[in-house]
């Protein structure tokens, strides 16, 4: 949902950004890979720490890396399928990071089996959802379908991890968690049903 929303509100917004990377000689693939890194690196060092705001003020700061790289393919002519590729891939990179962060804390100092629990299961669960997607395409058939795209999944748990470092109750971030978890489950078993439709189809 916010993909299609926001998508054309944030296209412009980092237009003069993504100019000005071009003028300056840097390629998109660069913006890819050190937003990724941003990200990570927010994750890792901070949730695992409980200092939730500051990691959630990092993140934020590079995730929007994901939007200027394209639209610096775009004006600069080199949008391909080397340029989808890293970035999807290392979009996983920074999802499986943000989640494997609070992994860490709950599973350590934090220790909070429940919650825990609940980031690595929307850990796997949305990657499972992605690759249904990228797995169906391979076959040559689309999944583009499910109630959890991974920009409702990213925001709601960034933004409810940020408020939870401020002053949110944790308990919050519990019913978040669990109903993203819910969410990517249904859109699973939504995209598989997708493809099968389509695979009885052919048959």
Request: with cysteine.
């Amino acid at each position: 949902m916010l993909n299609r929303f926001a998508r054309a509100f944030f296209t412009k917004l980092f237009t003069p950004v993504a100019r000005l990377l071009l003028k300056l000689g840097i390629s998109p693939d660069v913006v890819t890979i050190v937003g990724t890194i941003g990200v990570c690196a927010g994750a890792l060092l901070f949730y695992p720490r409980h200092e939730f705001f500051v990691g959630t003020l990092v993140i934020t700061a590079f995730v929007f890396s994901d939007t200027i790289d394209g639209v610096m393919a775009r004006m600069s002519g080199r949008s391909g399928k080397w340029g989808a590729y890293l970035d999807s891939t290392l979009d996983r990179l920074g999802d499986a990071a943000i989640f494997g962060g609070l992994v860490l804390w709950y599973a350590g100092d934090g220790n909070d089996i429940l919650m825990a629990g609940l980031a690595l299961a929307c850990l796997i669960l949305g990657s499972v959802v992605s690759y249904a997607k990228a797995r169906a395409e391979g076959l040559g058939m689309t999944a583009n379908v499910g109630i959890a795209e991974r920009a409702d999944r990213l925001v709601a748990t960034l933004v409810t991890t940020g408020l939870v470092g401020l002053f949110l109750p944790e308990i919050v971030l519990t019913i978040v968690l669990a109903l993203l978890a819910l969410a990517s489950l249904v859109t699973i078993i939504q995209r598989m049903w997708a493809v099968r439709v389509q695979a009885l189809a052919e048959a």
